[in-house]
């Protein structure tokens, strides 16, 4: 972000108070951040105390062995027990648990006793494919109900699951799978997409055939097209799950016990698996989930728009709404099928009161036009949530003049794959928040800027965000890796034993915080994680390529976009044909998501005299920008001739 942006932000001084009603009824009151300073662990004892846990824990927090970190130590429990089983038992069984909306309009309505007879059913279906306790689990799902029974069915037999996003390649899911040695995928045959039937199962095959470890393959039928079928190692769900008792008793497990990994891009292009475990991570997307969204579980309808591949969805659509007995609304297709207006339908459908959603979704509506949500009845909503990148104040106060007809309060939360859970947000009932910040740590959390010698900046200044103290949804580790994961997270201020994020945040002067966007070779493209590395490495593994830079250019809509400078073996730089070759390799590479938006043919790039890319000049000329300082490169020409061949794009 320049310099300008970062002065016209702090200069933003609308203020926000928390609507009255809602502070009144609020589940969380200023006094939790004074509670949580005094003692921490207690605090977050009182929260893990809003789980059921079948055996307590001796110790809040063993740090004996930094960073790794055990949370609620000898405690047992079971995920799948907490966030279904619980809430029949204590008599709310007919309460809706989801809402699903498909892209056509067919619809299924799933109470908690329905969830509880498909969890435990696809629970013994997996046990009789031979998995087992600690065996890891592939899922290549699309936003259906099944993602969600499939996910707790192996929360429920402690094997834990590796959700690979739908929209990822087969060799995106060949490598997660290879990675993880899971032994069982799960998939569907397809989705509804932009009015089109997604032919996901071929991709799965494609995986499953290159992926030595993969034993069974599960198949959903979500659109009944046709599929390529191998009899041998595909089973179909409706026949072998449909068949399973309703019944099933769930196992205890260790409080550390593996829940999930998730991979997220690393910069050396090589996807980290992210590991979580059992109670810390679920007592954290509890508590955040009922402290940062109010929920009221009587009367609340909770839609987080996210994809269940991704972390928003596991803790905000899976572990944390369902751990509070939560009503929500499940959707599968596009925000513009068939038309522009289909969020604001859906809201108006099932009277939600609470949505979470995303900053480049609200910068695409507001393009769209304020007329398309204007046409429904958006008054059940009483809260408006924003994550996955900095939300500008020009989108922050469209989204609550426009969605919260200027009343909902907006809650801004930062966090991360690897943190879990929310760290950083507004609490609705409490906060006076500023259009653009995401504010302070919640209570229990705790974060800081630092300068780049790990020395704390006073109000006012800016630098690497870090955290400070251990939190119990904190990753356990990188899958397999325990080097990276202490030379990616804690090694560049191990001095000071800080988790270093990964963020650059500017603290005002009354000391909240503003995130400033990625300080290393992440880009984040409508709020997807996806690493300069990743995209490079793609596009040089075809034959026409000799070498590429790939950066993340500020984008209107989408936060950043993907512009890569490219050098052909044939040495032309021009070359329409392979424009568009290229752009589909990476998006069959990688996926959709990872398509660079703009390629550029070079004759050379700039480097410095040890070889390094200069990225940061490119990016000065991805977004029109005058050059930075070139001094270092060994040929300052090479910019010049970049800059005039760029179309700029304004
Ligand atoms: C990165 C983490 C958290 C779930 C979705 C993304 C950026 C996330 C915010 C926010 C500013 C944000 C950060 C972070 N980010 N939320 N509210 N304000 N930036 O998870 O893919 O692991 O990405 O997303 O840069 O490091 P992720």
Request: proline residues 6%; hydrophobic residues 40%.
């Amino acid at each position: 972000m320049s310099n300008e942006t970062l002065s016209n932000l702090l200069n933003e001084e609308r203020r926000f108070e928390p609507p009255a009603q809602l502070a009144a009824a609020a589940n969380v009151t200023a006094d939790a951040y004074a509670r949580a300073d005094e003692d921490r662990l207690a605090f977050w004892e009182a929260q893990a105390n809003r789980l059921s846990w079948a055996q307590p824990w001796n110790e809040v927090l063993d740090w004996s062995n930094p960073p790794f970190a055990k949370w609620f130590t000898g405690g047992k429990l079971n995920a799948a027990y907490n966030c279904v089983d619980r809430h029949v038992e204590a008599g709310y069984g007919d309460q809706v648990a989801i809402h699903f909306e498909g892209e056509p309009g067919d619809t299924r309505t799933i109470t908690y006793a329905d969830l509880q007879r498909e969890v435990s059913k696809a629970a013994n279906a997996l046990t009789e494919l031979g998995v087992r306790t600690g065996d890891r689990v592939a899922i290549y799902m699309p936003m259906v109900p099944e993602t969600v029974f499939a996910m707790l069915a192996c929360a429920r037999i402690g094997a834990p699951h590796s959700v690979c996003f739908a929209a990822f390649s087969a060799e995106a899911l060949r490598t997660r799978i290879e990675d993880a040695s899971a032994k069982l995928l799960i998939t569907v045959d397809g989705y509804n997409r932009r009015g089109a039937v997604a032919n996901l199962k071929p991709n799965a095959d494609a995986a499953a055939d290159g992926a030595t470890t993969i034993e069974k393959v599960l198949v959903v039928r979500r659109t009944g097209h046709e599929v390529p079928w191998n009899a041998d190692r595909d089973v179909w769900w409706h026949e072998l799950v449909d068949r399973q008792s309703d019944q099933h008793t769930p196992e205890a497990f260790d409080a550390e016990h593996p829940l999930f990994i998730l991979y997220t891009s690393g910069t050396t292009g090589k996807p980290k698996g992210i590991l979580h475990t059992t109670g810390g991570y679920l007592t954290q997307v509890a508590y955040t989930h009922h402290a940062v969204f109010d929920l009221k579980p009587e009367t609340d309808v909770f839609w987080c728009t996210a994809d269940v591949g991704w972390v928003t969805g596991h803790s905000y659509i899976v572990y944390g709404p369902l751990a509070n007995r939560a009503t929500q609304v499940m959707y599968e297709g596009t925000p513009d099928t068939p038309h522009q207006g289909r969020f604001w339908e859906n809201i108006q459908k099932y009277k939600v009161s609470i949505l979470y959603t995303a900053p480049t979704a609200i910068r695409m509506f507001m393009k769209w036009g304020d007329d398309i949500p204007a046409k429904f009845d958006l008054s059940s909503l009483r809260l408006l949530g924003s994550v996955g990148e900095p939300i500008n104040p020009e989108a922050w106060i469209w989204y609550r003049q426009n969605i919260g007809a200027g009343r909902t309060p907006i809650v801004d939360t930062w966090w991360q794959t690897e943190t879990g859970g929310i760290m950083i947000s507004p609490l609705p009932g409490v906060t006076t928040t500023k259009p653009g910040s995401a504010m302070r740590p919640l209570p229990g959390i705790s974060a800081n800027v630092v300068d780049k010698d790990g020395d704390i900046v006073p109000n006012g200044g800016g630098g690497f965000l870090v955290l400070d103290k251990p939190w119990p949804s904190m990753l356990r580790g990188i899958w397999g890796d325990a080097d990276r994961y202490r030379d990616t997270y804690w090694s560049r201020f191990a001095e000071q034993g800080y988790y270093f994020a990964g963020d650059g945040a500017k603290k005002d002067n009354d000391g909240d915080l503003w995130l400033l966007g990625r300080v290393d070779d992440i880009m984040l493209v409508a709020g997807h994680n996806i690493s300069t590395t990743e995209v490079e490495s793609a596009l040089v593994s075809h034959p026409a390529v000799a070498e590429a830079a790939v950066v993340g250019a500020k984008d209107e809509t989408t936060g950043q976009r993907i512009v890569a400078f490219v050098i052909l073996r044939g040495g032309q730089v021009e070359d329409a044909a392979l424009d568009s070759a290229l752009k589909d390799h990476v998006s069959k590479e990688i996926g959709p998501i990872a398509k660079p938006k703009q390629i550029q043919f070079v004759a050379e790039l700039p480097k410095t005299r040890s070889g390094k890319i200069m990225r940061r000049l490119l990016k000065d000329v991805a977004e029109d920008r005058a050059l930075g300082d070139t001094t270092t490169l060994t040929d300052a020409s090479v910019m010049d001739l970049i800059a005039s061949k760029l179309p700029h794009a304004g």
